[in-house]
């Protein structure tokens, strides 16, 4: 007798699906998690050290390369304390996941110094630039700036995807007076508001920061005049730290990473269930060391059971055999009891029902010519049904 024995190989072919299914989990629960790194400064949008083509890293080489300092901060605190000479600094803020407060938003505003708000929400206008409203998402598209402002006087060609902002109030909320360039439908691409205090400027148009935008057309030459108009500039990103005790949500103190990461185990798991689930195609024959002919196991069997002398067990199989058989020809179902078989096969054979539970079920041979009688009698009771159920 041989033993065959899967080989490493043949495991290893075996489990070539989970295998591969695992590795692009892995693959891409590691490029989530290295595109989510950088403590909130590395992957998001507009991240000052996100070199992907979302990302503002190329706009910080080239104000670095104009000799402007840039500093990126993570904290009210430190950014506070990064704009003591508010003659030289340049403030960027961008408050992408809406961390900051209404008091935060005055803090920074008390600090007089430049302002540079890259995409604010309505609630950072309110406080910072009254007056100026979010009109929405701007077009995608190159416009020319079309403004009186001296910044952007050599600026021809910038690309004004992002938001629009609307500045019509600005002279009725109190001091300031705006100037909106950039325009598209409704609103401007950036507002500059000059009042008493510090100047402060609304940037919706985001698309020409980006790597991938910033090489094209004046994209460059607009960032250097909107964010390098002082030798100093700090680059805020509010984060969870920012959130007064008790502010914070299940949704805001969750990582950027977590979210695209449970999206892709989801898919992988549903993707395992759908090919687990599929049709697995026709059985397999198993490789058995011997074959064994059913005829030779019922009469191993019987062997047995004569040399046990067991004769009650050797007819009880003959009888579920037959009880099986007497109800399919009858038309019960599967499941049908004894009595119910008994019921149903009586009148169909013309017997009475206690003649038949004798034979079905009552009767104990106490010899073989007993148990060799009553399996013939089983073997007629078979025949005259089928008689009986038989088309005419």
């Avoid at 075996?14 to 590691?30: E, H, Q, S």
Wanted: charged share 20%.
């Amino acid at each position: 007798m041989t033993v065959v024995t899967p080989t490493l190989r043949a495991r290893l072919r075996g489990a070539r699906v989970w295998i591969a299914l695992a590795a692009v989990a892995l693959g891409g629960a590691v490029v989530v998690a290295v595109l989510g790194a950088g403590g909130g400064t590395g992957g998001r949008p507009l991240g000052p050290s996100n070199p992907a083509p979302t990302g503002a890293k190329a706009v910080v080489e080239v104000l670095r390369d104009q000799g402007v300092d840039v500093t990126v901060t993570t904290s009210l605190a430190d950014t506070l304390a990064a704009t003591g000479d508010a003659d030289r600094t340049a403030l960027v803020v961008d408050d992408a996941d809406g961390f900051l407060t209404d008091d935060q938003w005055a803090d920074l505003a008390g600090a007089r110094t430049r302002l540079v708000l890259l995409a604010p929400s309505q609630t950072a206008l309110d406080v910072v630039a009254p007056g100026v409203a979010l009109v929405g998402a701007a077009d995608d598209g190159v416009v020319a700036p079309a403004c009186d402002l001296a910044a952007l006087s050599r600026v021809e060609r910038v690309d004004a995807g992002g938001l629009a902002y609307s500045a019509d109030d600005v002279d009725g909320a109190g001091d300031g007076t705006a100037v909106g360039c950039l325009a598209s439908d409704g609103g401007d691409g950036l507002v500059e508001v000059v009042g008493a205090d510090a100047p402060v400027t609304v940037v919706g148009a985001t698309t020409a920061l980006t790597n991938a935008a910033i090489a094209s057309d004046d994209n460059a030459a607009y960032a250097l005049s909107v964010l390098g108009q002082a030798p100093e500039v700090v680059w805020y990103l509010p984060g969870a730290a920012d959130l007064p005790e008790g502010e914070g949500t299940l949704a805001t103190l969750t990582p950027s990473w977590v979210t695209p990461a449970l999206v892709l185990l989801v898919l992988t798991g549903v993707a395992a269930m759908a090919w687990r689930g599929r049709r697995l195609g026709p059985l397999v024959v198993e490789r058995l060391p011997v074959t064994v002919k059913a005829s030779e196991t019922t009469e191993g069997r019987a062997r047995l059971y004569e040399r046990s002398g067991d004769r009650l067990h050797a007819l009880d199989q003959l009888r579920i055999g037959a009880l099986g058989r007497l109800a399919r020809t009858a038309g019960l179902p599967v499941g049908a009891s004894v009595d119910e078989i008994i019921e149903r096969v009586a009148p169909l054979v013309s017997a009475p029902p206690a003649a038949l539970r004798h034979v079905l079920v009552d009767a104990r041979p106490s010899s073989d010519r007993e148990l060799l009688s009553l399996s013939d009698s089983l073997l007629d009771l078979e025949r005259v049904l089928r008689a009986a159920t038989a088309p005419s």
